[in-house]
């Protein structure tokens, strides 16, 4: 029976025999360690190419086929001192990838027709004040139309495309007066030209259409670098199973690759990958990230166990099954799909604007229109006066206000730890009022710890620990990391399920349940003071001592759960685990309300009551059982360690032992949604001063051009100030 | 000023030349890793391979 990993799910064939895996490299921080990679990897012979990325923290490897294994390259990579996991590109990535090509191209193009279409207008408005012919003019407009056209047609397809799509769908967005400004802009600027008239708005178009392209770009850059910095965490947390093959061989495959009905093998001591039926094998199982509750459940043939729990003694043998056969995880998914349905959908500050600003620009340019030509002025300046409002309206400040505040918070999001997974949740995450909170894996530390390792003699912590890691038992590899134990007890047996024995100095030593080391009342003594500890007895001879095992607090819990109440936030606690547990935590965080036990469906249901008198609720959960309630809150964020359904659910996703990051996102966000609305007004008050230029018909294409150019510099300006200056946790 | 009959054009076709390059540049993937490509220009890789070879 061997045991090797397979890699080829992810290894891409490309043409001439050439194949290529794509890795995330974890400790790639700096130039050197590009280097380093670089020429490691190809001192490895039949490697043609090996190129490291530092932004996104990759590397892509290249080799002739079937030259060499890429497991080989993994190998070298951590001979180099590097854990690199393997990544499978494509699909979505891809495509953001390609999107945001597209959208440097336009601006590429927009810019050039720009400048050059700059060129020749400023050498119009000086020469109208001197001395140019009309023949010099005309052969100056004419070039502009020569290059405004082709590049408007190239660098305004996003703009067209999703006017066209909000115009079929009878909505209006902003792209419409975009398109609609854009486009009359240079139809009326060529008529003009053919009529040897002295003005044209070939500029104000192409200015138009570079400034907001970009602010997309900008958007698109941001949404990029979240989702590249996503998929590397995916690929970190190495989601791999062992699977049984049909000769009985073992191999690890990437879960992506495991169909319902194949055999999967789980260690003791391993995360369960899979939902599945045990067939073979007995076992206890962590279940505290699935369900919250950190009592261990025992598991045997026909049961249903599901991914994210930790195996505990036994090794087992799992069937997969489809998820949706699953009954608590077709729960949480039917409670998420409802809740996911259910969130009245948030309109985007952006979008709301939009919804009052589009048709008022649209009223306003045809009442310019009306007005003028009751006044009797003719069809032509009439016209002229109605499309300059349409130019000088267009939301130059607002297609660049809110993705730049955007870009620049999630910059400062990223530094204290957070990634974004939606584009709206900073706006969201700003209206909070109440903090709810998980307990197990949120509040606590995901890995189990001895609390009272000081109390424990070093001599005793020492052996226990070398005892301890001949067991592969996970509150036995907790006691092993507290003793921080390197070497195994020579000879120890373990006895699954009850503990390990080992003779040490000729003395005898036991490890392991407090029953099986004759230790129940020290066990019971220990429940009683400490309801939520496991308790593991040692004994040395006559010695007897016991470990309470639990999961830790999260060092700034305590300091959080402050700051939050500094920031106005109410803060309780939703827990799936036992009352008593609960109330533990709550008294050590000065928590009057807490609320233990809780359903998902409990969860959502206590979620919707808050949201009915009107607060505006940020959930923070980790656990598989969180994932409808992060749905159903109005904003949510999950530790980075959460299960994959969670983190997919949330809004955000904090890095780190620590949870400060809730409360600096929540900062952040607040800080941001102030600028934001700060653009908005000065997007107003540029209005309230450039509209009635524009109706008077004043508005030459002069005019526009340092509208548009001073207001989207301000703002741009305006967008810098969330950064820096943020207050101390 | 019949001079600018094709001054115009040529500093159209230069600005051209500078777009073309650009895309050529995106199309080629100098733009998907920013952070390397500044360390890349001041990285003396090539200087010690000559040192091992003895060389100066």
Redesign the interface.
Known sequence: MSDTRDLSHFVRHIEGGVARIDLAVEGMA??GC??KIE?GLSTLPSITRAR?????RRVAVEWNEGAIDPVRVLERLSELGFHAYPFDPGGAEAAEEQET?FL??CL??AA?AT??IM??SISVWSGNMSDI?PE?RD??HG?SAL?ALPAAAYAGQPFFRSAIRALMARNLNMDVPITLGVLLALGMSVLETLHHASQAYFDSAMMLLTFLLAGRSLDQNMRRRTRAVAGNLAALKAETAIKLAANGDLREVPIASVQPGDIVLVRSGERIAVDGVVVEGASEIDQSLVTGETTRATVGKGTLVYAGTMNGYGTLRVRVEASAEATFLDDVTRLLEKAVEARSRYLRLADRAARLYAPLVHVTALSTLVGWLVAGATWHDATVAAIAVLIITCPCALGLAIPAVQIVASGELFRAGVLLNAGDAVERLADVDTVLFDKTGTLTLPESEVINAADVPSDVLEIAGRLALASSHPLAAAVARAANAQSPLAGAVEEPGQGVRGVNDGVEVVLGRPSFCGAECEAEALAASDPEASAIAFIRGGERHIFAVRQRLRSDAAAVVDRSQKLGLAVEILSGDRAAAVEHVGRMLNLKHWHAGMTPANKIAYIAELRAEGRNVLMVGDGLNDAPSLAAADASMSPVTAAHVTQTAADAVFLGDRLSPVTEAVAIARKAKRVMRENLCFAIVYNIIAVPIAILGFATPLVAAVAMSGSSILVTLNALRVKGGRSPV | ?EV??YL??M??GL??L??IG??WS??SGQ??????AA??AI?D?DVHEIAEDGGR
């Open positions: 700096c130039a590009m280097s020429r490291a990325n530092l932004t996104n090509k440097l191209r590429a193009v050039f400048m050059n060129l020749l012919t010099q052969f100056f070039l290059i | 000023m600018l009959i115009v054009p500093a159209l600005g051209l500078g777009l650009f895309l995106l199309k733009y998907d890793d920013l952070e390397g360390w890349r990285m890789d």
